[in-house]
Every structure is written in C-alpha cells, then in structure tokens.
C-alpha cells in the first residue's frame, strides 16, 4: 500500500499558451505535490486545449473572465466538477519576465501555495504542505524583506476581508 499523495494536477490555460500559462507551468513545474501542463484557447496556440487536457486537470487557471466563459461554454461536459478559477491577469507580460512571475505567484498563492524553488523565482521555497495557502507566509525565513511586506499586506487585507464576511448581517 502506497503512502504516497496523489498530485494534484493543475491546468494553466491563456488565450495562446505563449506568455502567461506556459510562465505559469514553468514556476510551479518543480512543486513534488503538483503536476503542471498548459494550453491555450486559441485554435492556433501554442498548444490547443482539448477534452483531454481538461478531462486530465483537477484544478483550472484561466487568466481572464472571458477565457472561463469560453471553456464553460465549451467544454461543458469536461469542466463538470472541476475546479475553473479565474485570477485575472492581463496579457501585456513578457514569457517569463519578473513582473509576470510575481504577478502570477502572488494570484495563485492562495490556491496553490508558493513555487517551489527555480531559476525563475530565485527564492527557495520550503515544500508544500497542505493547506500552505492558509499559513502566513510573510514569516516564510527565506523571503526577500520587501516579498515579506508584501506579503504581510496581502495577509492582513484578507484576514480583514474574511473578519466582515463572518460577521452576522444587521438585518
């Protein structure tokens, strides 16, 4: 009997699998708890979604309200039970650039936790335990001081937020 987790596999999709899901795949690539594959919805992307691609997915990441209306659309009887999030991400990025690193680490992480350590984020992250998401990162040691304001702020804005939205309404 195996005592091993099973990955969780996550699926990036953009419009043409070029900039923001392939960027997307790379630094999330090295997670030992994930398996990472990317397409595009364009008939020409880099690589096309197909069923297949979205029947394998247990989690989507789509980059664009429009993108999760066109794989709602079509692919309705695959995206049954899946999970399709959207964290908004606009298309003006370089492959692989910083800013679109860090734009995207900072939407995914509370899905999916930090990425695991690579050339394209530079930071060693601890493994992934689960529920990483839920812990307070801003204390992670090995977090450059200006990531670990940044991420305290993020901490603290949604700690707020979670604060107002379970308090009972004044009906």
């Known amino acids: 009997m195996s005592s091993a987790r099973p990955k969780?596999?996550?699926?990036?999709?953009?419009?043409?699998?070029?900039?923001r899901s392939p960027t997307a795949e790379q630094v999330y690539r090295g997670r030992a708890d994930l398996e990472?594959?990317?397409?595009?919805i364009a008939e020409y992307a880099a690589v096309p979604l197909t069923d297949e691609l979205v029947e394998w997915a247990d989690l989507v990441?789509?980059?664009s309200k429009r993108q999760q209306r066109i794989i709602e659309a079509r692919?309705?009887?695959?995206?049954?039970?899946?999970r399709l999030v959207c964290v908004t991400v606009p298309d003006r990025f370089e492959y692989k650039s910083p800013k679109l690193i860090s734009k995207l680490?900072?939407?995914l992480l509370p899905y999916l936790g930090p990425p695991a350590y690579s050339e394209l984020t530079s930071t060693p992250n601890p493994p992934a335990q689960p529920g990483a998401g839920n812990r307070?990162?801003?204390?992670?040691?090995?977090?450059?001081?200006?990531v670990r304001s940044l991420l305290a702020?993020?901490?603290?804005?949604?700690?707020?937020?979670?604060?107002?939205?379970a308090q009972p309404s004044a009906q």
């Open 61 to 63: 990441f789509v980059f």
């Open 153 to 165: 702020l993020f901490n603290n804005v949604f700690s707020g937020a979670w604060a107002l939205l």
């Open 8 to 19: 969780t596999r996550v699926l990036f999709v953009c419009s043409h699998n070029r900039v």
């Open 105 to 107: 680490t900072g939407k």
């Open 36 to 40: 990472v594959r990317s397409a595009g």
């Open 75 to 82: 692919f309705r009887d695959g995206s049954d039970g899946k």
């Open 136 to 146: 307070n990162l801003s204390q992670t040691a090995t977090a450059p001081s200006a």
